[in-house]
C-alpha cells in the first residue's frame, strides 16, 4: 500500500513489478495511467499544483476506502505535480487482489475518486493563455456511483 506525490516521472513497469513482487497470492494485478493529452488547438501544457501533507492525506483516505471495500493484496498511486505537457505521465493507480474482479473495481473507483477528491490544482496552458479547470459534471457523476449504499436485506424490527 502506497502513496506518492512526486514531481518526478515513474517507471511503470518497475512500478507494476513491485507491486505484486514475492506476494504469491495476488492473482490479478490491475492500473490505469493517466497521461496528458494534447488537444486541437487546446492545452499545450499544464500544471498541477497541491498542497504537501494535506494532498497525500487525501490519497491515502481514498486509497484505504478501496481496501475497506475490496480484499486487496496491494495498492499504488503515484501522482505527479509541476509542469507537464502532452504526452507526459500524470497519474498511475493499480490494484492487485487474488481475483480479477476486485482488482479491476477498486482500480475504476481509485481512478474515478482520484479525480473528484484528491486536492490537485490543474493550470492548463492554451494559444489563449492560462486558465484554471473547473470541476466536471461527468467526473462528478462518475464518483457518485461509488458512493456508499445502505446495506440491502431485510430493514424490518
Same mark, same amino acid.
Request: glycine share 8%; hydrophobic share 40%.
Given at each position: 500500500?502506497?502513496?506518492?506525490?512526486?514531481?518526478?516521472?515513474?517507471?511503470?513497469?518497475?512500478?507494476?513489478?513491485?507491486?505484486?513482487?514475492?506476494? *504469491?497470492?495476488?492473482?490479478?494485478? +490491475?492500473?490505469?495511467?493517466?497521461?496528458?493529452?494534447?488537444?486541437?488547438?487546446?492545452?499545450?501544457?499544464? @500544471?498541477?499544483?497541491?498542497?504537501?501533507?494535506?494532498?497525500?492525506? $487525501?490519497?491515502?483516505?481514498?486509497?484505504?476506502?478501496?481496501?475497506?471495500?475490496?480484499?486487496? $493484496?496491494? +495498492?499504488?498511486?503515484?501522482?505527479?505535480?509541476?509542469?507537464?505537457?502532452?504526452?507526459?505521465?500524470?497519474?498511475?493507480?493499480? +490494484?492487485? #487482489?487474488? *481475483?480479477? $474482479?476486485?482488482?479491476?473495481? #477498486?482500480?475504476?473507483?481509485?481512478?474515478?475518486?482520484?479525480?473528484?477528491?484528491?486536492?490537485?490544482?490543474?493550470?492548463?496552458? @492554451?494559444?489563449?493563455?492560462?486558465?484554471?479547470?473547473?470541476?466536471?459534471?461527468?467526473?462528478?457523476?462518475?464518483?457518485?456511483?461509488?458512493?456508499?449504499?445502505?446495506? +440491502?436485506?431485510?430493514? #424490518?424490527?
Amino acid at each position: 500500500m502506497a502513496v506518492r506525490v512526486q514531481r518526478e516521472d515513474f517507471d511503470v513497469g518497475a512500478e507494476l513489478a513491485a507491486l505484486s513482487e514475492g506476494n *504469491h497470492g495476488v492473482g490479478g494485478v +490491475t492500473s490505469f495511467v493517466g497521461l496528458v493529452r494534447e488537444m486541437g488547438g487546446g492545452p499545450s501544457a499544464m @500544471t498541477l499544483e497541491h498542497y504537501p501533507g494535506m494532498t497525500e492525506r $487525501q490519497l491515502a483516505e481514498i486509497e484505504a476506502e478501496a481496501r475497506r471495500r475490496w480484499p486487496l $493484496q496491494a +495498492t499504488l498511486i503515484v501522482h505527479r505535480y509541476g509542469r507537464l505537457e502532452p504526452g507526459d505521465r500524470i497519474v498511475l493507480v493499480a +490494484t492487485a #487482489s487474488a *481475483h480479477r $474482479q476486485a482488482a479491476f473495481e #477498486s482500480c475504476h473507483f481509485l481512478i474515478d475518486w482520484l479525480k473528484t477528491r484528491a486536492p490537485f490544482w490543474k493550470l492548463e496552458e @492554451t494559444s489563449e493563455g492560462a486558465r484554471w479547470v473547473e470541476a466536471k459534471e461527468d467526473d462528478d457523476a462518475a464518483a457518485a456511483r461509488w458512493a456508499p449504499r445502505p446495506p +440491502t436485506g431485510d430493514v #424490518s424490527p
